[in-house]
Protein backbone atom coordinates (compact mmCIF):
# COMPACT_ATOMS: atom_id res chain seq x y z
CA UNK A 1 0.00 0.00 0.00
CA UNK A 2 1.30 3.98 -0.96
CA UNK A 3 0.84 6.32 2.40
CA UNK A 4 -2.13 7.64 -0.39
CA UNK A 5 -4.20 4.53 -0.14
CA UNK A 6 -3.65 4.74 3.52
CA UNK A 7 -6.58 6.51 5.38
CA UNK A 8 -5.84 8.83 8.15
CA UNK A 9 -7.35 8.79 11.67
CA UNK A 10 -9.88 11.89 11.81
CA UNK A 11 -9.56 13.50 15.50
CA UNK A 12 -12.68 14.10 16.97
CA UNK A 13 -13.57 15.88 20.54
CA UNK A 14 -16.61 15.93 22.82
CA UNK A 15 -17.29 19.44 23.37
CA UNK A 16 -20.82 20.04 24.47
CA UNK A 17 -23.22 17.74 26.63
CA UNK A 18 -25.77 15.30 25.46
CA UNK A 19 -27.88 16.24 28.01
CA UNK A 20 -31.28 17.18 27.41
CA UNK A 21 -30.56 15.75 23.82
CA UNK A 22 -32.76 12.72 22.34
CA UNK A 23 -31.19 9.12 23.92
CA UNK A 24 -30.78 8.54 20.11
CA UNK A 25 -27.79 11.23 20.23
CA UNK A 26 -26.81 10.18 23.68
CA UNK A 27 -25.96 6.75 21.97
CA UNK A 28 -24.57 8.02 18.77
CA UNK A 29 -21.42 9.62 21.25
CA UNK A 30 -21.53 7.05 22.64
CA UNK A 31 -21.09 4.79 19.97
CA UNK A 32 -18.31 7.33 19.08
CA UNK A 33 -16.58 5.62 22.29
CA UNK A 34 -17.03 8.92 23.97
CA UNK A 35 -17.22 8.44 27.60
CA UNK A 36 -16.20 12.33 29.12
CA UNK A 37 -16.48 15.83 27.98
CA UNK A 38 -13.52 17.13 26.10
CA UNK A 39 -12.20 13.67 25.41
CA UNK A 40 -10.14 13.31 22.46
CA UNK A 41 -10.34 10.15 19.70
CA UNK A 42 -9.10 9.27 16.56
CA UNK A 43 -11.53 7.77 14.34
CA UNK A 44 -10.95 5.32 11.41
CA UNK A 45 -12.05 7.44 8.34
CA UNK A 46 -15.27 5.46 7.50
CA UNK A 47 -18.38 6.40 5.60
CA UNK A 48 -20.21 5.10 8.78
CA UNK A 49 -18.22 7.35 11.68
CA UNK A 50 -18.67 10.46 9.07
CA UNK A 51 -22.23 10.23 9.25
CA UNK A 52 -22.04 9.44 12.92
CA UNK A 53 -19.77 12.45 13.49
CA UNK A 54 -22.36 14.26 10.90
CA UNK A 55 -25.56 13.81 13.19
CA UNK A 56 -24.09 14.94 15.89
CA UNK A 57 -22.17 18.05 15.11
CA UNK A 58 -23.33 20.32 16.78
CA UNK A 59 -21.96 17.69 20.02
CA UNK A 60 -18.42 17.25 18.54
CA UNK A 61 -15.30 19.15 16.52
CA UNK A 62 -13.56 17.42 14.14
CA UNK A 63 -9.88 18.65 14.18
CA UNK A 64 -9.23 20.82 11.27
CA UNK A 65 -12.86 21.96 10.81
CA UNK A 66 -14.38 25.14 12.97
CA UNK A 67 -16.53 24.42 15.42
CA UNK A 68 -19.77 26.54 17.15
CA UNK A 69 -21.48 26.22 19.54
CA UNK A 70 -25.11 25.90 18.81
CA UNK A 71 -27.21 28.65 19.60
CA UNK A 72 -30.55 27.05 19.00
CA UNK A 73 -30.75 23.22 18.36
CA UNK A 74 -33.37 21.74 17.08
CA UNK A 75 -32.53 18.45 18.21
CA UNK A 76 -33.02 19.53 22.07
CA UNK A 77 -35.64 18.15 23.89
CA UNK A 78 -38.76 20.16 24.65
CA UNK A 79 -39.53 21.19 28.55
CA UNK A 80 -42.68 20.61 28.94
CA UNK A 81 -44.44 23.07 31.75
CA UNK A 82 -46.21 22.14 35.15
CA UNK A 83 -49.82 21.80 34.97
CA UNK A 84 -49.90 22.93 38.90
CA UNK A 85 -52.28 26.41 39.23
CA UNK A 86 -50.75 29.39 40.99
CA UNK A 87 -52.54 30.11 44.00
CA UNK A 88 -50.88 32.99 45.47
CA UNK A 89 -52.47 35.80 46.79
CA UNK A 90 -55.92 34.06 46.67
Sequence with gaps: MTEDAVARPIRATWRKSAIGYSEDMKA????????????T????????????????????AV??????????SRYKIPRTRSKKKHTRGR
Design 28 to 39: TVASLGFRKLNQ
Design 63 to 72: DGEPWQPPTR
Design 41 to 60: RDLPDTPAVRGMLKKVDFLV
